[in-house]
Structure formats: structure tokens, C-alpha cells
Nanobody, 126 residues
Framework: QVQLVESGGGLVQAGGSLRLSCAASGRTASFYAMGWFHQAPGKEREFVASVGWSGGGTYYADSVKGRFTISRDNAKNTVYLQMNSLETEDTAVYYC???????????????????WGQGTQVTVCS
């Protein structure tokens, strides 16, 4: 069992930056691949970025490549999403998610997440 708590959301102007954090609890939290997803009002939840349990195997949605960076610190059981050059289209609730590391690969990085956080709101204004 893994519990996830996101933080770091807020209101920012277009072009600005935010860093989201996701604290994971549980004895084996460091063995889970971690992902970030977002859901805008009236839209489906979408994949944003993910990272393997060791910190490698990072993947990004095309819309955030070159602007967002996912990383993790297993000593702190925390995963981060550094968001730069934010656009109004990035406005959404951002969710952290976890899946068992063995189930993470180049073809499954965007799906099959078992544990989810409660979400943190990111609002980008023009």
C-alpha cells in the first residue's frame, strides 16, 4: 500500500514556473514507478510525465516536452515535477500516481497506475 500527497500547486502567470512535489509513504515506496497526470475542467485525465523506480526511464507528453522535468529522490520518497514556461493550457488539477516498478516499461509508462493522490490545482493566468 502506498499513500501519495501532492503539494506545490497554485496560481502563476503564463511564462512562470512551479514545482510540484509528491510525498509517498509505505515501506516499498521507492520500488514504485511514479507518474504525473492532469485533468482540466470538462476533460479526461491525461498523462503528463513519468519516471521509473530508479530515476531512469522518464517519459513526457508531447505538450510538455522541453518545459517540464520529472525527477525523484528515493531517500525522501518524493517525486517532483518542475514546470517551466507555463501556459494557460496547463491549467488543471495535477495528480501523482504510482505503480509497481516491474509493470513499468516503454510501452506501459502512461497506464496501469494503482495508487493516486488527491490532486493539487495549478492555475496559469495570462
Amino acid at each position: 500500500q502506498v499513500q501519495l500527497v501532492e503539494s506545490g500547486g497554485g496560481l502563476v502567470q503564463a511564462g512562470g514556473s512551479l514545482r510540484l512535489s509528491c510525498a509517498a509513504s509505505g515501506r516499498t515506496a521507492s520500488f514504485y514507478a511514479m507518474g504525473w497526470f492532469h485533468q482540466a475542467p470538462g476533460k479526461e485525465r491525461e498523462f503528463v510525465a513519468s519516471v521509473g523506480w530508479s530515476g531512469g526511464g522518464t517519459y513526457y507528453a508531447d505538450s510538455v516536452k522541453g518545459r517540464f522535468t520529472i525527477s525523484r529522490d528515493n531517500a525522501k520518497n518524493t517525486v517532483y515535477l518542475q514546470m517551466n514556461s507555463l501556459e494557460t493550457e496547463d491549467t488543471a488539477v495535477y495528480y501523482c500516481a504510482a505503480k509497481w516498478g516491474r509493470n513499468y516499461s516503454s510501452t506501459s509508462y502512461y497506464t496501469g497506475y494503482k495508487y493516486w493522490g488527491q490532486g493539487t490545482q495549478v492555475t496559469v493566468c495570462s
